[in-house]
């Protein structure tokens, strides 16, 4: 299922989302359409395009420039999918042809092929998840740019940044992370904003760590497992050597290894997955939500220096109109900004307090699953061995 | 919008990752993804199945690998059950109807010929050794030893008792068997019969015996230092084989061919005659174990035309027929329970060393009492060993090697304080030092040997010398390999003997595989306590996440959360232990065995040698005496003729001495396989507990875990 990984919050909203892109008699979507959206329907029920990662990294961007979605978390945009681990290894195992048994070699191409499929689906997930929440978000999946992405099908023909742009960006970056600190430092005057404000900075270097943290122990977890797997096949060899009692036993053992071994890089597979992608995401999340705190924040010291400039001008009594007007236009946006962000924040604790539940739920069943295959091999491998003795 | 397709084209430049994205009607529930091709894949039916990838690539290899194994294992059962049962049933049979038939019962069985032999003799081996230079009263051995001395293998007694009853036999014999009971005279008496049977056969085969017979009449020097240590041992041993006796004598008369031992009675009596036989020619000793291994070699080939059968089933016999024997084995074993405790930092600095306390708890009357302790540092250890290979590896006897020295680590323990690793490496060596001396005293002749009491028992050792890693000494030995390993290159030994020519193989094989086994278990080690540590860390991490959520539900599911970590660390790290310890360490002690397995076979290998130069030298004195004769000079003829009697007499001793390493070697060979398994069996076993105590241990967490997580609102 698509939204599998973050939450049922997600899933519901996603098969609604479904529901009004492609029934016509979707009640939600109906009505949407009936209030006079101006967003072309979509032309047909069923349509299907293709998408780079580029593209899914233009669609997150354009939302981040619209001014007009200053107040809402934005959706964190999906990571560029990593294959270099795989692609090292396919190199490898490219060059060791001629130096491995045949044994090896498949069970290599095997551990390969196996790895393969766990980033694809992984990064098949991610995309997901983002689309996901664009087509769940009240405001963002009304974006043209959505639909255009979704839609047409012909190749955006976005290119990636070019090295001056990235240049820019870094600078922007910097810019912002200086001017982050700046307004961090001023004190809200809301409450609310002022404690989420601290929960976040903080939580968002806790979750960082976490995610840091527990892909180093997912690592040292498939490096245990890869070990396994070779002393299984190490045994396997051991125990075709000849016909005798123990090497029998070594072949009951490295059958038993070789199950075992599954199972272990199934645990890690599976706390990858509900565990260390959850952290990840919600890293990418809290950033998102820090970055509306910052927005909002830098409304707010836009709003406060304009009342100083139109204190400053009534004063002087120049320019108190214009002053006035961009008073008006910052107290606006920042109050626009606020009235949503309170709802953003309050939904994205909803959001996360359910996908941890949910994942959390799920690593224990998965943990307690694998551990009873475990200790279920491990009985009828020792009942046998002893029967044997 | 549900049918999301990713298809990276992975040519060279590996992805290009494009989504396909689909609004479907109904299709909300039901997405499918299907997932790429895999480069070079050619199975591509494994990649349909997206969900299970995981399970679709390994299933066929399981698969793969299940079906090769019921075939292989189904042959060796077959070997392992039939010949048992030619074993017990013919032979059985046979001496109760006609005793004649021994012979013949013999035959059809080599493999239990072969494998109580190989068993029982390493002893006789000694013992006829000891028995012949006291041979001052024949008579009474001749007859007494019918009586006790197949018996003895009859009911598969220890060779460690049997020695020392044999001893005994000697001596006290006499006297002892008269003041038996007249039951005891009538089993010796219906032994006799049987006897004079058997050493018809013996006439049977004449051309076995009396290429025995030019038998050198000084037995060879080590032979000599055996008898020595053995006499030695003789006064202490006195009281156990005086009970052996007395049960046997009284089991014996009993209907003679009991069921059960009577297999290995056969045997056991066939060739004990022969040894009698030859000792009542005053033949000297040696030759018994020889005229065993003729005897074999005439049968074996008669019998089974490939012999690559003979020999695993051979090797295999024995663990059969021995497992009666085992429980008595096992008895003994436990009669000796060795261990060692306190590891315990004596002095200072670089001259610090580990002492060691080496408790033995033994019922064997050849200890001076039951229980005794002392103090050992890890150089005697070495000394040990150095004593036992200087003296019995040119037997072919397998001397189970010491752990190795390790200057490194010894020095972090001698210069830091309380550090883990050293803490660690003290266990280690403390382990290792036990499972030697274990090995050691395990050995049935070993056991015997003074240096081992002596080391078990006595208060003050003097301080071994050469062994330390940087003395002359050690360079000396060094040297010493280095031109052994040259000269092992040089001789070039056409095997004869396809069991060796296997074994010898197989070995190399082994060692192979155990060598990469144990580096991949060393890195499981490695990578586990990586994941114990990494586990530990993230342990904290989300506690500390756990302590910034504001949902106080999720907080406290998060600190529980890390609470379950933080055991799974203590998890890791025991098991990581226990990969180290039971299975790591058995391997790295398979690995050193296996290099003695072949020290044995090099020695056999120089043994050969030796026979071999003999041989080239008494054929050119042949050649020189020719010469002579051609060129007429009578003179010198003389001395010629003198040196071929000297050659030839020291060709048959090497060829002997040959022979008889190569028995040694045999069953010693066949000892360690059967150990080996024994061991391998023992401590995979128990590997596999604790892993499941692993497993047991994770249940009980996580099922702790869950109804926190579900407590989440």
């Not at chain 1, 950033?287 to 009534?314: C, H, I, P, S």
């Not at chain 2, 041979?135 to 001749?142: A, F, G, K, R």
């Not at chain 2, 210069?415 to 050995?443: C, I, M, N, T």
């Not at chain 2, 756990?546 to 098991?575: C, F, K, M, P």
């Amino acid at each position: 299922m698509l939204v599998d990984r973050l939450g049922s919050g997600y899933k519901e909203r996603f098969s609604l989302f479904n529901e009004q892109e492609g029934l016509d008699d979707g009640p939600d979507f109906l009505s949407e359409e009936d209030r006079g959206s101006t967003l072309p329907n979509f032309k047909q029920n069923e349509f299907s395009v293709v998408r780079q990662h580029e593209e899914f990294i233009w669609l997150h961007d354009s939302f981040v420039e619209n001014e007009e979605y200053a107040g809402y978390i934005i959706p964190p945009a999906p990571p560029k999918p990593d294959f270099d681990a795989s692609r090292e290894k396919l190199q490898k195992l490219g060059e060791g042809e001629g130096s491995m048994t045949k044994e090896e070699f498949t069970k290599m191409k095997q551990e390969l092929e196996a790895e393969y499929l766990a980033i694809f689906k992984k990064t098949v997930a991610m995309h997901e998840v983002f689309l996901c929440r664009v087509a769940a978000h009240p405001v963002l999946r009304k974006d043209l740019n959505f639909h255009v992405f979704l839609e047409y099908n012909q190749d955006l023909s976005v290119r990636g940044k070019n090295k001056k742009e990235k240049l820019e960006d870094f600078f922007k970056n910097v810019v912002k992370s200086a001017d982050g600190v700046l307004v961090a430092g001023v004190k809200d005057v809301d409450d609310f904003f002022e404690h989420e404000k601290t929960f976040l900075l903080e939580y968002h270097n806790r979750v960082k760590d976490a995610s840091a943290k527990s892909d180093r122990m997912i690592r040292s977890h498939k490096s245990a497992a890869d070990d396994i797997n070779r002393i299984a096949s190490t045994l396997y060899t051991l125990g075709t050597q000849d016909s005798t009692d123990l090497c029998k036993f070594f072949l009951k053992v490295s059958e038993l290894f070789e199950k075992t071994r599954k199972i272990e890089a199934r645990v890690a597979a599976d706390e990858d997955l509900k565990l260390a992608d959850l952290l990840k995401y919600y890293l990418r999340e809290s950033q998102a939500a820090k970055d509306l705190l910052y927005r909002r924040g830098r409304a707010l010291v836009d709003y406060e220096n304009a009342n100083k400039a139109l204190d400053k001008a009534r004063a002087k009594n120049k320019d108190v109109l214009q002053a006035e007007t961009t008073q008006q236009v910052c107290c606006q946006k920042f109050e626009k900004i606020s009235e949503s962000a309170k709802q953003e924040l309050i939904d994205f604790k909803t959001r996360r307090v359910a996908a941890f539940r949910k994942n959390l739920v799920e690593l224990a069943e998965l943990e307690l699953k694998h551990a009873k295959g475990n200790l279920q091999l491990l009985h009828s491998c020792l009942g046998v061995l002893k029967g044997d003795t | 919008m549900s049918l999301c397709h990713f298809y990276p084209s992975l040519v060279i430049k590996f992805f290009r990752v494009c989504v396909c994205v689909c609004v479907e009607l109904k299709m909300a529930a039901s997405s499918e993804r299907s997932p790429p091709p895999f480069p070079d894949s050619e199975e591509p039916e494994l990649l349909e199945d997206s969900d299970e990838g995981a399970d679709a690539f390994t299933g066929t290899s399981i698969s793969e690998m299940d079906s090769p194994s019921p075939d292989s294992t189904r042959p060796p059962k077959d070997i392992f059950n039939e010949p048992p049962e030619d074993i017990f049933s013919d032979p059985l049979s046979n001496i109760n109807s006609e005793p004649q038939k021994k012979v013949d019962a013999k035959i059809p069985s080599p493999s239990s010929d072969e494998a109580v032999d190989l068993f029982s003799d390493p002893l006789d081996d000694d013992s006829e050794v000891m028995s012949s230079p006291e041979v001052q009263n024949p008579m009474p051995d001749l007859l007494n030893e019918p009586v006790e001395a197949p018996k003895s293998d009859v009911l598969g007694e220890p060779p460690v008792h049997r020695d020392a009853a044999r001893q005994q036999d000697v001596f006290e014999d006499p006297p002892k068997s008269s003041s038996k009971s007249s039951s005891v005279k009538k089993a010796a008496s219906s032994e006799m019969f049987g006897d004079d049977d058997d050493d018809e056969d013996l006439f049977k085969e004449p051309p076995k015996v009396v290429t025995k017979k030019p038998q050198p009449s000084g037995p060879p020097v080590d032979v000599f230092t055996e008898v020595k240590s053995d006499v030695k041992v003789k006064p202490q041993v006195k009281d156990d084989p005086t009970d052996l006796f007395a049960e046997e004598a009284l089991t014996a008369p009993a209907p003679k061919p009991s069921a059960g031992s009577s297999s290995s009675r056969t045997n056991g009596v066939h060739s004990e005659e022969q040894d009698l036989f030859s000792e009542a020619t005053v033949e000297l000793s040696l030759d018994s174990p020889r005229n065993d291994r003729k005897n074999k070699d005439a049968v074996k080939p008669s019998v089974s035309a490939p012999a690559a059968p003979v020999a695993s089933s051979s090797s295999k016999a024995p663990s059969k027929t021995l497992k009666e024997l085992e429980e008595e084995e096992s008895e003994d074993k436990f009669d000796l329970n060795i261990s060692i405790t306190n590891p315990e930092k004596v002095g200072d600095g670089m001259n610090a060393y580990m002492a060691y306390k080496v408790s033995t708890q033994t019922s064997l009357t050849m200890f001076r009492s039951k229980t005794f302790t002392v103090r050992r540092r890890f150089s005697d250890f070495l000394g040990l060993f150095e004593k036992l290979s200087e003296k019995h590896s040119q037997n072919g006897y397998l001397i189970p090697p010491p752990p190795e020295k390790s200057i490194l680590g010894m020095t972090k323990v001698k210069v830091g304080k309380e550090d883990p690793s050293s803490a660690e490496f003290v266990e280690r060596r403390r382990a290792a030092l036990e499972r030697y001396l274990q090995r050691v005293v395990s050995h049935p002749s070993l056991l015997q040997d003074p240096d081992v009491r002596e080391f078990l028992e006595k208060e003050e050792l003097p301080r071994a010398v050469s062994t330390q890693a940087l003395s002359g000494a050690g360079f000396l030995k060094m040297l010493n390999k280095a031109t052994d390993a040259v000269s092992k290159m040089t001789i070039k030994m056409n095997e004869q003997d396809v069991w060796f020519d296997e074994k010898i193989q197989d070995v190399e094989n082994e060692e192979q595989h155990l060598r990469k086994l144990h580096v991949m278990v060393e890195s499981l080690v490695n990578h586990r306590k990586e994941l114990s540590g990494n586990t530990a860390v993230f342990a904290k991490s989300v506690a500390m996440l756990g302590s910034s959520e504001d949902n106080t539900a999720l907080s406290r599911a998060l600190s529980q959360l890390a609470e379950v970590e933080d055991r799974i660390e203590q998890l890791h790290q025991e098991q990581a232990s226990n990969d180290f310890f039971t299975f790591s360490e058995l391997l790295a002690d398979y690995i050193r065995l296996l290099g003695a397995v072949r020290g044995c076979f090099d020695q056999r290998m120089k043994a050969w040698q030796r026979w071999q130069d003999a041989e080239n030298m008494l054929q050119k004195k042949r050649e020189a005496e020719a010469k002579l004769l051609w060129a007429n000079k009578p003179d010198k003829l003389q001395q010629a003729k003198d040196e071929i009697t000297e050659w030839e007499a020291k060709v048959t001793q090497y060829e002997r001495e040959f022979e008889r390493i190569s028995a040694t070697v045999r069953k010693e060979v066949i000892r360690f396989d059967k150990e080996k398994a024994r061991d391998f069996n023992r401590q995979v076993i128990k590997y596999l507990e604790s892993l499941l105590h692993s497993q047991q241990q994770l249940i009980k967490y996580w099922d702790a875990f869950l109804p926190e997580a579900k407590a989440i609102v």
